[in-house]
């Protein structure tokens, strides 16, 4: 019996890889892949710029619509100033940090344009099909890009208990393990909030801590609690580092209170069939578009 070929992302020969780096654009939810053994969906992308690494590139069919903030006084935030060892370069995953001018960095810039194109969502949940896909690189890229030189307020959250990055990336330690406030916060949702700022990024991160318990669990009802404090504390952008979708309900848990999900996708690993799986898993609805990680 022949075994049919699934088909990844950046199997297309007419369309060149890029060397060592990621390069996202958004594309449409359901995005093709030019691919005889790939799973075929309708909507066929358009090509844009070849200096952008052959990347493709489609408006998405749904738009966001950002909610109101929450009535009610703004939260208390307490922030722990953190700088960046300026011996030690930056982690690699941060291009916009360690490599500002390059085109990896400037494709970062264009996510962040095509995001804004659909109605400046506010709280914007960045996840993947699967572990490995490119999600926590490209959270943090487009935080850093919506945050850069101060053009907006901008909180990076991460939400995946099981294997949290942001500490390791941004070499802090969190002053409140942020899971942990998740669940201080379902009971007393007038805490203050204890978040860490970053003055060179123009940054503020919310990071659980690598010493966390690995079993714990998303509290969905707290997570949403949360984004209805955070969204009237001036961030115009949230961005959440998720879990991936396929194994787990976590994105469900979280995606009624955010404005949408972005879903990494990586060249030559991802699966159109993973895709189409995570898409139905969230609800079509929820996804604003999915980028392609070179």
């Known amino acids: 019996m022949t075994k049919r070929p699934t088909g990844r992302f950046g199997d297309n020969p007419q369309v060149p890889a890029a060397r060592g780096a990621p390069l996202?654009?958004?594309?449409?939810?359901?995005?093709?892949?030019?691919?005889p053994g790939a799973t075929r969906v309708d909507n066929p992308l358009t090509r844009v710029d070849p200096t952008l690494a052959g990347a493709v590139f489609s408006k998405p069919a749904a738009i966001a619509t950002p909610r109101p903030s929450p009535a009610g006084p703004p939260p208390e935030i307490g922030l722990t100033q953190h700088s960046l060892p300026q011996d030690d370069p930056f982690d690699p995953r941060l291009v916009l940090g360690s490599d500002p001018d390059s085109e990896r960095a400037a494709s970062f810039r264009v996510l962040r344009h095509h995001l804004l194109e659909l109605g400046r969502p506010q709280v914007v949940i960045v996840s993947s099909p699967q572990p490995g896909d490119?999600?926590?690189?490209?959270?943090?890229?487009?935080?850093l890009a919506l945050a850069e030189c101060g053009r907006a307020k901008v909180l990076l959250a991460e939400t995946h208990v099981r294997r949290p990055q942001l500490a390791s990336a941004f070499r802090l330690t969190p002053p409140w393990?942020?899971?942990?406030?998740?669940?201080a916060h379902r009971h007393q949702p007038m805490l203050p909030w204890s978040l860490v700022e970053i003055p060179q990024?123009?940054?503020?991160v919310a990071a659980i801590s690598p010493k966390i318990e690995k079993t714990q669990?998303?509290?969905?009802?707290?997570f949403t609690i949360a984004m209805d404090r955070l969204r009237s504390g001036g961030y115009e952008h949230i961005v959440i580092d998720a879990p991936p979708v396929l194994g787990s309900?976590?994105?469900n848990l979280m995606a009624d209170a955010a404005d949408g999900v972005?879903?990494?996708v990586k060249s030559r690993r991802s699966t159109t069939r993973d895709l189409r799986k995570a898409i139905e898993q969230i609800g079509a609805s929820k996804v604003l578009g999915t980028v392609l990680v070179q």
């Open 262 to 264: 972005l879903l990494a």
């Open 134 to 143: 490119g999600k926590t690189t490209t959270a943090m890229n487009l935080a």
């Open 201 to 204: 990024l123009w940054l503020h």
């Open 24 to 35: 996202p654009l958004v594309t449409q939810p359901m995005i093709a892949i030019d691919d």
């Open 217 to 222: 669990l998303l509290d969905a009802p707290a």
């Open 249 to 251: 309900a976590d994105v």
């Open 177 to 183: 393990c942020f899971a942990e406030q998740l669940a």
